[in-house]
Nanobody, 128 residues
Framework: QVQLVESGGGLVQAGGSLRLSCAAS????????MGWFRQEPGKERDFVAAIGWNAVNLYYADSVKGRFAISRDNAKNTVYLQMNSLKPEDTAVYYC?????????????????????WGQGTQATVSS
């Protein structure tokens, strides 16, 4: 079992930055592929970014490419999402997710159904 706890959300003006963190419990964090998703009220949860267990493979939604950066520190059991040049349309609850990469393939995943564990989310609000 893996527990995920997000932090770092808040209120920021358009053009500003936020850094989200997702801390994972357990001693097998390095064997998990990780992802970030976001959800606006009344809408589906959308993929944002993903990272393989060894951080070699990264993948981003087109809407955030060039503005957001995903990274991880396996020694700290933490994955990060650096969000720059924020826009009001980035306002959402941000969730991190974990998928066990049993064979250490380094693959990244962008579909919700691929992930095994989810955090409770952190709100990021961008004002215009």
């Amino acid at each position: 079992q893996v527990q995920l706890v997000e932090s770092g959300g808040g209120l920021v003006q358009a053009g500003g930055s936020l850094r989200l963190s997702c801390a994972a419990s357990g001693r097998t964090f390095s064997s998990f592929a990780m992802g970030w998703f976001r959800q606006e009220p009344g809408k589906e949860r959308d993929f944002v970014a993903a990272i393989g267990w060894n951080a070699v493979n990264l993948y981003y939604a087109d809407s955030v490419k060039g503005r957001f950066a995903i990274s991880r520190d396996n020694a700290k059991n933490t994955v990060y999402l650096q969000m720059n040049s924020l826009k009001p349309e980035d306002t959402a609850v941000y969730y991190c997710a974990a998928k066990r990469d049993t064979y250490y393939s380094g693959s990244v995943y962008y579909q919700m159904q691929d992930y095994d564990y989810w955090g409770q989310g952190t709100q990021a609000t961008v004002s215009s």
